[in-house]
């Protein structure tokens, strides 16, 4: 497991009782208990602000699936 490029994940329960995953670059995935999902990076900014956040959803077939894309910055750069 140490051959990932952006080091090995971490999984704990945060003060709020949600599923945090964590990298450590400063990535950040909350999934909390009503379904909803917030992605983040310590000390980074939206690469393009919010309209650099693009969403896709593709209900036909036979596996439907919904994806968020965006690229963090680290602040400064």
Same mark, same amino acid.
Request: charged content about 20%.
């Given at each position: ?49 919010? +309209?650099?956040? +693009? ?23």
């Amino acid at each position: 497991m140490s051959d990932f490029q952006f080091g090995v994940p971490r999984t704990y329960i945060n003060q709020a009782g949600n599923e945090t995953t964590e990298w450590p670059d400063g990535l950040k995935v909350v999934r909390m208990a009503d379904g909803r999902v917030k992605i983040g990076r310590q000390g980074a900014e939206l690469r393009g602000g919010t +309209k650099g956040v +693009k969403v896709q959803q593709f209900t036909s077939g036979s596996n439907p699936t919904a994806h968020i894309i965006a690229a963090f910055d680290d602040i400064g750069t």
